[in-house]
Each structure stands twice: as C-alpha cells, then as structure tokens.
C-alpha cells in the first residue's frame, strides 16, 4: 500500500515535469511567461556528466565552462570543458558540441537540450565561436537550439572584484560575426563567499554604477534598433549578491528593454556560497517577474545532479551489492 502510493506520486511528478517541459522550447525558444521553470545542469565539463545530463529528460539547458587546455593524455592544446584553475579534461568543446548537437537532432524543438557556454577567457572565446561559425556552415540546422554565450565582461561586486579577462566589445562582435542568433550572456567579475585568502563574504550589491556600464556597453555595441530588436541578451547575475539588488536589476533590464527585446536576467551560484534564503528569492523572482528571471541554482533549489552524486552511480550499486555479501556472511 505505502509503495503502491509511493509509485504513484513518481508517476505523476514524472507527467508533470515531462508536460511542463513542452511548453518553454517553442519556436522562439523561451518564449514562457515564467522563465523559473527551465531546469539547468551546472558545470557539465565532463563526458560522464555530458552523457548524464543529454540522457536526463527533465534538464533542458546545461551549463559548462570553457578554457583553453589540454585533452587527458594529450599535449595538444585546445579548447576544453574546465573550470579553472582545471586545464585539463576529458572533454573537448568540439566533443562538448558535436554530443550535443547529434542528441538533438532528432529531437522536436521543445525536446532538445540548450547550451549555457561560460567561457572564462577571451581565447577560448574566440575559438569556440570560430568553431560554431564552422558547424553553421556546414550544418546550420543542427545548430537549432539554445546556445549562449556567456562571459564576465565588466568587474562588479564586491568591492572591486578580480580582473575581467574578457573585452566585452569584442567578444559581442565576434557573436555577431559568426552566431548573432546566439544569446549573449554577459556579466560581471564577483567576490562573495569563502575567499582564496579564507575571507568570507555574505553580503553586497549590484550597483547602480555597475549596471549603467553594461547598459552602456550593449547600448554602444546595438546602434540601429533593428540590431538591437534582434539581439537576445540576458545578465548572468551572482543570487547571493542579486537578492540584494532589486531596484538596480530592475533598472537595468528596464534600460536595456528600452530597444532590446525581452532582456531576462540569470541567477547562478558559485559551489561554495551560501545557500540562498528561499523567501528572498521567491520576492526577488516575484519583483522582478517569471518572465524574466531564469534560475541557474542546482544547489539552493535541491537539485544538484553534479554535487550530490560526485561518485559515479554504479558505486551505489556496488556500495550496496558488497552491503549484501557482508549481511550475508556474517549473519
Ligand atoms: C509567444 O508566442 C506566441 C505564439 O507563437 C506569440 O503570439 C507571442 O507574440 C510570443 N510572445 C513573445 C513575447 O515573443
Ligand atoms: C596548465 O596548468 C599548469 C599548471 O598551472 C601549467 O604548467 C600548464 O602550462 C597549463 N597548460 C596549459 C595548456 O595552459
Ligand atoms: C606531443 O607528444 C608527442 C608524442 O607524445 C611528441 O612527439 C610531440 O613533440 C609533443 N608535442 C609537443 C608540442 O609537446
Ligand atoms: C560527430 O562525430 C562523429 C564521429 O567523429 C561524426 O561522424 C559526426 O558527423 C560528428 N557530428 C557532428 C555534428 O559534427
Ligand atoms: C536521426 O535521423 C536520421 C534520419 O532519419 C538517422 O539517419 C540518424 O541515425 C538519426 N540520428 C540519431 C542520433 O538518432
Ligand atoms: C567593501 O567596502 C566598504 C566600504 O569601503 C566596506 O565597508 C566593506 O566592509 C567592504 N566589504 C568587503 C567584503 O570587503
Ligand atoms: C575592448 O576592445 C575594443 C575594440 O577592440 C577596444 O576599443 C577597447 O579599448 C577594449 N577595451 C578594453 C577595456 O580593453
Ligand atoms: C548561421 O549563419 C547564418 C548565415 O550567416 C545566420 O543567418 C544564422 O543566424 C547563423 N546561426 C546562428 C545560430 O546564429
Ligand atoms: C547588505 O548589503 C546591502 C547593500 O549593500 C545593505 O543595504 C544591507 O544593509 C546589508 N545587510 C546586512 C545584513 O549587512
Ligand atoms: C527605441 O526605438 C524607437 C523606435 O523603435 C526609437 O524611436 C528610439 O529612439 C529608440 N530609443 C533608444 C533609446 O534607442
């Protein structure tokens, strides 16, 4: 009787999130009022995760970082699926969306998975949309899917942050150039949570200088209002210091609504910040509206698929096979 009703309840949170899925990939992608409810992998820079992840049906973006480095057992250099300080992987970018792309091409729209591509340095930057350039080329309609382009292009809290790596000016001509119907993702550089120097940072805010920068920026990249009809934008936005920052995010996507269309705003958090306050975010998502916020946040939300099972899968099973044996034995 429990485990009957128990079945139950799967099966019918299973429907749920298999329909609600359908209705946030239509033909302009994320054409949703509520933009809370596209479900996110984070740090997807391994093949077991890639895989995972693909085969999961209730994840619809994946997000990975990208660096130039080298391939396990590999000198060559290129660009990888790493978080730095990591320069090394198992997974090249051109695996990273070749995978992709061969998973999704059979798929109908609403079913295919959305690429988040946070790259950390101008280089790999830059080769990577030489490399997404060169698929569109050859094979433009497998490229019909979410893809963004995601770097910290100005620096932002708190207190002056570590140094920007990536031009911002340059890196939205190179979208232009060669993927303008990509969605550019642009941030800035943070320091919150537990420090290198072992500081710890709880608190800040997204200032009204920092957000007329970047409105500035895209502003001054979109000269004619065609190009800025066009231009998808969304602002990656760091929770723990955005929760704090209503009235300026609200500014912010004001401005950049001005021309833009539909500019939606990211949150997203790092490992080891804290964990958010549920009822601050669910203010700041109601003050800012569903329609523009997406949310990043595997860990505050309680769906980490990469931390809570940083041990492969198949070591449950064994874990508990070997659990079994030993009862076994020593009854
Ligand atoms: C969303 O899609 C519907 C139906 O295709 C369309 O009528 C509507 O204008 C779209 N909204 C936006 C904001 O693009
Ligand atoms: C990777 O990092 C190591 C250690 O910092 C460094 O020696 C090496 O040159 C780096 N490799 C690449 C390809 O950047
Ligand atoms: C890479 O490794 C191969 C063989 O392992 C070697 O012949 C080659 O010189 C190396 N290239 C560089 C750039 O180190
Ligand atoms: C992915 O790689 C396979 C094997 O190398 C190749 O046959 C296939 O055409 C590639 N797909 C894309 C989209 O490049
Ligand atoms: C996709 O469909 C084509 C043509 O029907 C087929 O040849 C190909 O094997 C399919 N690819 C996948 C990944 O299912
Ligand atoms: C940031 O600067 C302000 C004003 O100088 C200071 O009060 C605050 O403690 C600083 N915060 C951090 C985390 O450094
Ligand atoms: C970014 O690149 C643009 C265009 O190449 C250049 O004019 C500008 O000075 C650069 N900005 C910074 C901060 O380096
Ligand atoms: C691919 O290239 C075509 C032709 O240059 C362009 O119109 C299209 O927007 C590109 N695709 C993407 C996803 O940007
Ligand atoms: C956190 O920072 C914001 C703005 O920087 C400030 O208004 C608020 O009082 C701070 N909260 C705490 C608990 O320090
Ligand atoms: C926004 O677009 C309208 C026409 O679509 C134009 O008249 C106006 O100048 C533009 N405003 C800005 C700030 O670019």
Do not use: C
């Not at 729209?109 to 340095?121: A, M, P, Q, S, T």
């Not at 200088?209 to 920026?217: G, H, K, L, T, W």
């Amino acid at each position: 009787m429990e485990k009957l009703s128990f079945t139950k309840l799967i099966f019918i949170v299973s429907l749920a999130m298999a329909s609600s899925a359908l209705d946030y990939f239509p033909e302009g992608y994320f054409n949703s009022s509520d933009l809370t409810k596209i479900t996110w992998a984070h740090a997807v820079n391994t093949k077991q995760l890639l895989e995972t992840n693909l085969k999961d049906s209730s994840i619809q973006m994946l997000e990975a970082d990208l660096v130039i480095g080298t391939l396990t057992n590999s000198n060559e250099t290129t660009v990888i699926m790493a978080h730095p300080p990591a320069n090394t992987s198992d997974l090249s970018f051109e695996m990273f969306l070749n995978q992709t792309m061969e998973h999704n091409r059979n798929l109908t729209v609403e079913n295919r998975k959305g690429i988040k591509l946070d790259f950390k340095e101008f280089p790999a930057a830059e080769a990577s949309l030489a490399i997404l350039a060169s698929f569109n080329g050859t094979d433009s309609e497998g490229l019909r899917f979410p893809i963004w382009i995601n770097a910290d292009i100005l620096a932002g809290p708190v207190n002056g942050s570590t140094d920007v790596k990536v031009n911002g000016t340059r890196l939205i001509q190179l979208q232009q150039e060669h993927l303008p119907q990509s969605t550019l993702s642009l941030g800035w550089t943070t320091r919150f949570g537990r420090q290198s120097s072992g500081e710890v940072i709880t608190n800040g805010s997204y200032t009204r200088e920092q957000v007329d920068e970047m409105a500035n920026v895209i502003k001054a990249a979109f000269t004619t209002d065609s190009e800025k009809s066009n231009a998808q934008v969304t602002f990656p936005l760091r929770a723990g210091i955005a929760l704090n920052s209503v009235e300026n995010i609200n500014y912010l996507l004001d401005q950049a609504g001005i021309n833009f269309s539909s500019p939606s705003v990211t949150l997203w958090e790092g490992g080891d910040d804290p964990i958010l306050d549920r009822p601050l975010l669910d203010q700041f998502v109601e003050a800012i509206n569903r329609n523009r916020v997406f949310l990043d946040l595997p860990r505050s939300l309680g769906n980490d698929t990469s931390a809570s099972f940083p041990l492969n899968p198949n070591f449950f099973l064994v874990f508990s096979l070997v659990l079994v044996l030993l009862m076994m034995l020593f009854r």
